[in-house]
Nanobody
Framework: QVPLVESGGGLVQAGDSLRLSCAASGRTLSTYPMGWFRQAPGKEREFVGAITWRTGSTRYADSVRGRFTISRDNAKNTVYLQMNSLKAEDTAVYYC??????????????WGVGTQVTVSS
Protein backbone atom coordinates (compact mmCIF):
# COMPACT_ATOMS: atom_id res chain seq x y z
CA GLN A 1 0.00 0.00 0.00
CA VAL A 2 1.28 3.45 -0.93
CA PRO A 3 1.83 5.33 2.34
CA LEU A 4 1.09 8.83 1.05
CA VAL A 5 -1.24 9.66 -1.81
CA GLU A 6 -1.55 13.23 -3.05
CA SER A 7 -4.18 14.77 -5.26
CA GLY A 8 -5.55 18.14 -6.31
CA GLY A 9 -2.78 19.72 -8.34
CA GLY A 10 -3.49 21.53 -11.56
CA LEU A 11 -3.25 24.65 -13.66
CA VAL A 12 -4.87 27.82 -12.31
CA GLN A 13 -4.70 31.55 -12.82
CA ALA A 14 -3.15 34.03 -10.43
CA GLY A 15 -5.58 34.93 -7.68
CA ASP A 16 -7.36 31.61 -7.89
CA SER A 17 -7.57 28.90 -5.24
CA LEU A 18 -6.68 25.25 -5.13
CA ARG A 19 -6.91 22.52 -2.51
CA LEU A 20 -4.46 19.68 -2.27
CA SER A 21 -5.20 16.46 -0.41
CA CYS A 22 -2.91 13.87 1.09
CA ALA A 23 -4.13 10.55 2.44
CA ALA A 24 -1.88 8.75 4.89
CA SER A 25 -2.01 5.00 5.41
CA GLY A 26 -0.74 2.88 8.27
CA ARG A 27 -1.27 3.39 11.95
CA THR A 28 2.27 4.55 12.66
CA LEU A 29 2.39 6.94 9.75
CA SER A 30 -0.98 8.39 10.66
CA THR A 31 0.44 9.39 14.04
CA TYR A 32 3.37 11.32 12.56
CA PRO A 33 3.04 15.04 12.02
CA MET A 34 2.27 15.84 8.41
CA GLY A 35 3.55 18.59 6.21
CA TRP A 36 3.69 20.10 2.78
CA PHE A 37 6.80 21.03 0.85
CA ARG A 38 7.29 22.45 -2.60
CA GLN A 39 10.03 22.69 -5.17
CA ALA A 40 10.00 25.28 -7.91
CA PRO A 41 12.12 25.01 -11.06
CA GLY A 42 15.73 25.84 -10.31
CA LYS A 43 15.13 26.12 -6.58
CA GLU A 44 15.64 23.93 -3.55
CA ARG A 45 12.74 22.14 -1.97
CA GLU A 46 11.21 24.34 0.70
CA PHE A 47 8.95 23.87 3.65
CA VAL A 48 5.39 25.10 3.23
CA GLY A 49 3.61 24.09 6.41
CA ALA A 50 2.96 21.35 8.93
CA ILE A 51 0.19 20.06 11.14
CA THR A 52 -0.23 17.69 14.06
CA TRP A 53 -2.98 15.09 14.22
CA ARG A 54 -3.88 15.38 17.86
CA THR A 55 -4.32 19.12 18.27
CA GLY A 56 -4.33 20.38 14.71
CA SER A 57 -1.54 22.80 15.52
CA THR A 58 -0.08 24.36 12.39
CA ARG A 59 3.07 26.11 11.24
CA TYR A 60 3.68 27.94 8.01
CA ALA A 61 6.50 29.33 5.97
CA ASP A 62 6.52 33.11 5.83
CA SER A 63 6.02 33.00 2.08
CA VAL A 64 2.58 31.41 2.38
CA ARG A 65 1.35 32.67 5.71
CA GLY A 66 -2.07 34.27 5.41
CA ARG A 67 -2.76 32.64 2.05
CA PHE A 68 -2.37 28.91 2.67
CA THR A 69 -4.15 26.88 5.31
CA ILE A 70 -3.38 23.34 6.43
CA SER A 71 -6.10 21.23 7.96
CA ARG A 72 -6.71 17.59 8.72
CA ASP A 73 -9.51 15.06 8.89
CA ASN A 74 -8.47 12.47 11.43
CA ALA A 75 -11.27 10.07 10.52
CA LYS A 76 -10.03 9.98 6.93
CA ASN A 77 -6.32 10.16 7.77
CA THR A 78 -6.17 13.01 5.32
CA VAL A 79 -4.37 16.34 5.36
CA TYR A 80 -5.32 19.27 3.17
CA LEU A 81 -3.52 22.30 1.85
CA GLN A 82 -5.92 25.07 0.94
CA MET A 83 -4.14 27.59 -1.27
CA ASN A 84 -5.77 30.95 -1.82
CA SER A 85 -4.66 34.07 -3.67
CA LEU A 86 -2.22 32.01 -5.66
CA LYS A 87 0.71 33.76 -7.27
CA ALA A 88 2.93 32.81 -10.15
CA GLU A 89 5.75 32.23 -7.70
CA ASP A 90 3.69 29.50 -6.05
CA THR A 91 4.24 27.37 -9.13
CA ALA A 92 6.01 24.23 -7.98
CA VAL A 93 5.74 20.53 -7.41
CA TYR A 94 4.03 20.12 -4.06
CA TYR A 95 4.94 17.17 -1.87
CA CYS A 96 3.07 15.70 1.03
CA UNK A 97 5.31 14.41 3.80
CA UNK A 98 5.25 12.79 7.21
CA UNK A 99 7.95 12.72 9.84
CA UNK A 100 8.45 12.04 13.50
CA UNK A 101 10.15 15.39 14.01
CA UNK A 102 8.64 17.21 11.05
CA UNK A 103 6.70 19.75 13.06
CA UNK A 104 9.82 20.86 14.91
CA UNK A 105 12.72 20.27 12.53
CA UNK A 106 10.99 20.23 9.14
CA UNK A 107 12.60 16.87 8.43
CA UNK A 108 10.44 14.30 6.68
CA UNK A 109 10.70 10.51 6.85
CA UNK A 110 8.09 9.71 4.21
CA TRP A 111 7.20 11.46 0.99
CA GLY A 112 4.49 11.43 -1.58
CA VAL A 113 5.42 11.51 -5.25
CA GLY A 114 4.35 15.11 -5.64
CA THR A 115 1.67 16.95 -7.55
CA GLN A 116 2.23 19.82 -9.96
CA VAL A 117 0.70 23.21 -9.24
CA THR A 118 1.06 25.75 -12.01
CA VAL A 119 -0.14 29.33 -11.57
CA SER A 120 -0.32 31.44 -14.70
CA SER A 121 -0.18 35.22 -14.66
Amino acid sequence: QVPLVESGGGLVQAGDSLRLSCAASGRTLSTYPMGWFRQAPGKEREFVGAITWRTGSTRYADSVRGRFTISRDNAKNTVYLQMNSLKAEDTAVYYCAAGLRLYVTREADYWGVGTQVTVSS
